[in-house]
């Protein structure tokens, strides 16, 4: 029982410093973190800041320096060499550039991890072709990775992971090589994986959107360091650090919004942000009423994260301000005010 309660994945402390020339480079810096079972867990930050030592790190690929990993409830450092293969196994990967063996078929792609498994050819061509069945790309199975298009030479990649039954698998900027559209439905199809087949997912990515459409929680890394983490709802919501704010303002675009309303109005400004269910319009129309003061709505944009629906709006407010702002406040509502620029 207690092996159910317990995260599928934990780093204590993990460091790795890489020696280059003769600079020591801190690629992770004192990380802890924890992942539950069936979660799909985002790791965001910019190039360079240890995503994908991190994701090594998980996926075994890359000692620690210091620090402990502990995947499944057994720590890599205890493992024989026999357990650790097999522990190895029981994490899939997927890359941004797909690394198919192009001289060989789709099918023969995705039979290819299970060369060395107790299977007969038979049964070995029947679990390839599931898993092209899963990812649904049946028809494909005799075709060679260079006829395909990108998001189907993904989905072989992700057919090809999943041939030894991972409990996790790992995505290293699996979508950033793939156009919006096509990007989306390997998101979908990673969140009907994670669904059907209560796949742990670990996903870093340097775009908010591929977090906001299917992480359960998220975290920042800058500098080889997680600096925030969270569900993704809260993290967005009430980002603690500058780098979070910088991702989410991509997102939702409020700093562009800001910037051209800049340009035409130099009066004092209001961000408000909903969270959850709260329909904005009504509580913005009755703080307008309740307090005689005139709401001039200048942006306004709504956002779905895992399920939260995360509102934002840019106002210009006249008449009884400071009693409407508390008002709005009281309501949940969260309201920075961007103070008019004085032109000297
Ligand atoms: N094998 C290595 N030897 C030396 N330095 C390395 C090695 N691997 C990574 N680094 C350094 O460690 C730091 C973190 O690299 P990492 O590849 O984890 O970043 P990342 O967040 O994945 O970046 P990107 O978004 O560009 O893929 C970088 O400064 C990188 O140059
Ligand atoms: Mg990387």
Partial sequence: MEKQEQPVIELQDAVVTFKRNQESITALDHVSLTIEQGEIYGIIG??????????????HLQVPTSGKVIVNGQALEELDS?????????????????????????????????LGEKLSKAERREKALGLLKLVELEELAGAFPDQLSGGQKQRVAIARALANNPDILVSDEATSALDPKTTLSILKLLQRLNQQLGLTIVLITHEIQVIQTICHRVAVMEAGEIIEQGKVAEVFMRPKKQLTREFIDTSINVQEALKRIRQSNSQDLYVLKFIGDTTNQAVVTEMAQKFQVAANILFANVDQ????????????????VSAGVDYLRQQGVDVEVIKKEVRS
């Fill in 305 to 320: 994260f895992d399920n939260l629906t995360v509102g934002v709006m840019i106002l210009n407010l006249s008449g009884e």
């Fill in 46 to 59: 910019y190039s360079g800041a240890g995503k994908s030592t991190l994701i090594r790190v998980i996926n």
């Fill in 82 to 114: 026999h357990q650790f293969q097999k522990a190895r196994k029981k994490i899939g990967m997927i890359f941004q550039h797909f690394n198919l063996m192009n001289s060989r078929t789709v099918l023969n792609n995705v039979e290819f991890p299970l």
